[in-house]
């Protein structure tokens, strides 16, 4: 099931030079806004908004596959501790954001949402380098 005005079932987001991993029911793809290094979503691969229309067993899989890359998350940026945000506000699609919150962090009791900043936009062999870490990292775990 797709709808024809979501961004994610589109794909035009997140964007296809950002991705990570196929997880099964989701894929992982780097955020656009590097600040917090390591920002990675998980988005479901069909079109739903909220956990409860999805069949247990898929619940039970994705979040499998959310706690797969937080743990390689944590392992690769070696994060104190990682945010798990499902909000769907802005966009109405299951994804997660998980953000790996680090010992260099400028505001480690705020959520990611109230750090005034400048989006970080890597260069591409950056953002190239920061994927193939994880991909990495989540291939070790598998």
């Known amino acids: 099931m797709t709808d024809p005005t ?3 079932c589109q794909g035009t987001w997140p964007r296809a030079d950002h991705f990570i991993a196929d997880l099964g029911l989701s894929q992982a793809y780097l955020h656009d806004d590097q600040f917090f290094k390591g920002w ?8 739903a908004t909220e956990l409860f229309q999805l069949a247990p067993t898929e619940r039970m899989q994705l979040m499998e596959e959310v706690s797969l890359v937080a743990k390689t998350l944590a392992q ?6 990682i945010n798990y945000e499902l909000l769907g506000n802005q966009l ?3 994804h997660w ?8 962090d400028p505001a480690p009791l705020e959520p990611v949402w109230r750090v005034q900043h400048e989006p970080v936009r890597p260069a591409i062999e950056d953002l190239q380098a920061s994927i ?3 991909k990495a990292g989540i291939a ?3």
């Open 6 to 8: 979501c961004k994610a």
């Open 40 to 47: 990675t979503v998980v988005v479901f691969r069909r079109h």
């Open 76 to 81: 690769v940026f070696e994060a104190r501790k």
């Open 92 to 94: 109405p699609h299951i």
């Open 97 to 104: 954001h998980l953000i790996p919150r680090l010992a260099t």
């Open 132 to 134: 193939e870490r994880i």
């Open 140 to 142: 070790r775990l598998r």
